[in-house]
């Protein structure tokens, strides 16, 4: 999760020992941080803190402040097992590929088919 910066923010190695420094809670400096424009990940590598921790406080300021955010979803398994099948790659084939497990392929595949035919119906 980022925050959706207006302006571009300066964010100086300087900026980020100071907020380091204070002698706040953990939970403010991750906010300071985050308004810096550091993303959540960022933050808990930075604090050395669990990123959920980092993850609900972030959220929890931003849906009291109605601040917007952007966060980067990932392609997940299912989708590229998809992707492939499409292509016209054998199940074994994207088994090996993705270095998952066949029955797993099987049973993605298997809902994607019901699923396609479904919306044929």
Do not use: H, P, W
């Not at 999760?1 to 991750?30: F, P």
């Not at 941080?33 to 550091?38: A, I, M, R, Y």
């Not at 933050?43 to 609900?56: E, G």
């Not at 016209?88 to 497990?101: A, D, F, V, W």
């Amino acid at each position: 999760m980022k925050k959706v910066m207006n302006q571009e923010v300066k964010m100086s190695q300087a900026k980020v020992n100071q907020i380091l420094n204070d002698e706040t809670s953990k939970s403010k400096k991750m906010v300071a941080l985050f308004e810096l424009g550091l993303e959540v990940k960022e933050i808990a590598n930075i604090l050395n803190v669990r990123y959920n921790f980092v993850y609900n406080v972030v959220s929890n300021y931003c849906n009291v402040n109605q601040i917007q955010t952007v966060t980067n979803k990932k392609e997940g398994k299912k989708e590229k097992i998809v992707a492939l099948f499409e292509e016209g790659k054998s199940l074994k084939e994207i088994s090996i590929e993705l270095k998952t497990n066949y029955n797993y392929v099987f049973n993605v595949v298997k809902e994607y088919k019901k699923e396609k035919e479904a919306a044929s119906e």
